[in-house]
């Protein structure tokens, strides 16, 4: 069904969230084999998304400590140094460092869990607890 509007397929040109495109770029660059070019990545997303949108996200992610950049000539190579798990501990942290009551934050974030969800934070923090007393 084509979007009056503007004459194009509203499926296939649904706008996707910044997060949605930072997991599908940072996902592109865990399966290249070496560091690669934005060009690359924009190749590996199917080439919907303009250059400049891809360099946008490479540089956030850069900034989130998610993926790092070396020179290539005039321009980068991208490499992934997280995984969406890492990406998604970011966005908690950040969520987390601009509250003012973090204690309050954390108590509402603990009670919703789930059982199996609280198990597994308990042996987290018990593991993490017990290796810094080595």
């Known amino acids: 069904m084509a979007d009056a509007r503007h004459g194009r397929d509203a499926s296939r040109h ?3 969230g910044q997060g949605e495109l930072e997991a599908l770029v940072l996902a592109s660059l865990r399966e290249a084999d070496e560091a690669v070019s934005a060009a690359w990545v924009q190749e590996r997303l199917g080439g919907d998304l303009a250059y400049t949108t891809v360099i946008t996200i490479l540089t956030r992610l850069l900034a989130k ?11 980068f190579t991208w490499t992934s140094a997280s995984d ?6 970011h966005k908690m942290r950040k969520v987390l460092d601009g509250e003012q009551d ?3 934050v954390l108590a509402s974030f603990v009670t919703a869990l789930s059982t199996e969800d609280e198990r597994v934070l308990r042996d987290l923090l018990r593991d993490t607890h017990t290796g810094q007393e080595d």
């Open 14 to 16: 649904r706008r996707r």
């Open 102 to 104: 973090r204690e309050a």
């Open 84 to 89: 969406e798990a890492g990406l998604a501990a």
């Open 65 to 75: 400590g998610v993926v790092t950049r070396e020179r290539a000539g005039r321009s």
